[in-house]
C-alpha cells in the first residue's frame, strides 16, 4: 500500500492540484513510502536536497515549465501512475568550500556545482584532478563541474558535453574562456576529486552555486561524489529521466 506525503510548490498550479489530491490520506515525511512533489525543477531540487538523508523516493508533478525532473499531470489515478513508474537513480555532487574569510561550509549539488566570478573582473583558476594540475591558470566568467543528470542543463548552455546516465563520468566545463581560449573542458571519472583554487581571491572574486545555493567569497573548492547517497526518482513509463535526455540533447551523447 503506498503512504503519501505531499509537498506543494506555492504557485497558483501546485495549490490546484493540492485540492484534487484531498482525496489521498495524508502520511508524514517519516512514515509515508513515497514522496509526491509538486512544483517545477526548481522546486524539486530545494526539496530533494532537503529530504535527500529521508531515502525514499519522489514522485514529482509537474506545474513549472520545463519539468526534466517532473511528471506530466494526468487526471488518471495518481497510484496506478506510481505503480507503473519506474525508478531512476542519481548520485550527489559534494562540495567542501573554503571562503576568503576562513569558513567552511559543506554543500550538496544534484545537477552541477558552479564557480563565478562576482565582479566586473574575470576569475583566474587553477584546476586540479586528484591533486594534479590540469590548467594552472584558466582565466574565465567561470567553470562548473555537472553530473550526467545535469549535463543538460546549464552544462550545455555553455557548450559542455551531454553525458551518458550510466558512464559514471564528470564533466568540467569552463564558462567563457579567455585563457587557454581553447580550452573546452575535461570528461573525468566519477572517482575523481577536483579541487578548484581561485588565484586572486581580493582582486577577482568569485562565488560557488551548488544548484540553488550560493556562497561569496571562495578560495578553495574540493568536488567530489558522494557515494552513500542515491537519491530515487520515479518517472511515468515512457518518461524516463533518460528519455528526456535523449531529447533534450537532439544528438549523440559523449
Known sequence: MNKFHFIFDKTKRSQSLKKSFKKYKKYSINKCNIIVVAGGDGFMLKVLKKYYNIRKPFYGINCGTIGFL?????????????????????????????????????????????????????????????????????????????TPAGSTAYNLSVHGPILSLNSNKLAITPISPFRPRRWRGKIVSQKSKITILNVEPKKRPVSVVADNHEVRNIKRVQITINNKINLCLLFNKGSSLINKIKQEQGKKIN
Open 70 to 146: 517532473m511528471n506530466k499531470y494526468s487526471n488518471s489515478n495518481l497510484e496506478k501512475n506510481i505503480k507503473k513508474s519506474k525508478s531512476f537513480f542519481i548520485k550527489l555532487l559534494q562540495a567542501n568550500i573554503y571562503s576568503t574569510n576562513k569558513k567552511f561550509f559543506r554543500t550538496i549539488a544534484i545537477n552541477e556545482i558552479s564557480l563565478l566570478r562576482q565582479s566586473k573582473q574575470t576569475a583566474t583558476l587553477n584546476l586540479k584532478i586528484n591533486n594534479k594540475s590540469i590548467i594552472k591558470k584558466l582565466i574565465s566568467d567561470g567553470v562548473l563541474v555537472s
